[in-house]
């Protein structure tokens, strides 16, 4: 996998304990964010081509993995400008906000679509039946990690902050947008 997708699952993933985010820092991230994930695409050949760590769904350890191969490939100092002249303060605070604004959209999306409890009981009963089916245990194995992962995840989303969720909620569509959501 390249880092793009880890860059990528770090914007979408994250629980930060920060303050609430506020109607100024989503329309700001609104404005600033389609230019810094373009720039962020266009320098995906400068990425080492390492395989992601284990933790993966560990949201500050993507973080840092993502910052550190941003450093390596020496482009930190050039998306640090970038995401100053936005008005953030440094790359881990656009990260922040970007996390929040993301868990909050997909909380959202989770409450909309399928509730929080429905989703967690298909996973789960997922999990039970790996046992019973006919494949290599190796396969298995692989299966339940990433059903590991997106329980992970989903635990991770239903806990966003509700004044996260609701300052995000008013901008859902624009922000679904940027994230590219299917509509």
């Known amino acids: 996998m390249r880092i793009l997708t880890a860059i990528a699952l770090m914007l979408i993933t994250g629980l930060v304990l920060a303050a609430d985010l506020t109607k100024a820092d989503v329309e700001r991230w609104i404005k600033h964010a389609p230019e810094l994930q373009s720039w962020i695409e266009q320098q995906e050949n400068e990425f080492d081509e390492e395989t992601l760590p284990d933790d993966i769904f560990d949201q500050?350890?993507?973080?840092?993995?993502?910052?550190?191969?941003?450093?390596?490939?020496?482009?930190?100092d050039d998306l640090n400008k970038r995401v100053k002249k936005a008005g953030y303060a440094n790359v881990e605070s656009w990260i922040i906000d970007s996390q929040k604004i993301s868990m909050a959209y997909m909380a959202i999306t989770?409450?909309?679509?399928?509730?929080?409890?429905?989703?967690?009981?298909?996973?789960?009963?997922?999990?039970?039946?790996?046992?019973?089916?006919?494949?290599?245990?190796?396969?298995?194995?692989?299966m339940a990690a990433m059903l590991d992962g997106a329980l992970a995840m989903l635990k991770t989303v239903e806990a966003a902050n509700p004044a996260d969720k609701a300052a995000v909620k008013a901008y859902f569509t624009e922000i679904g947008k940027i994230l590219g959501a299917e509509d």
């Open 60 to 76: 500050d350890a993507m973080a840092d993995y993502g910052i550190k191969q941003l450093k390596q490939a020496g482009l930190y």
């Open 110 to 142: 989770l409450e909309n679509e399928q509730g929080e409890q429905g989703t967690k009981s298909e996973i789960l009963a997922q999990k039970k039946e790996l046992d019973a089916l006919d494949m290599p245990e190796e396969s298995k194995i692989m």
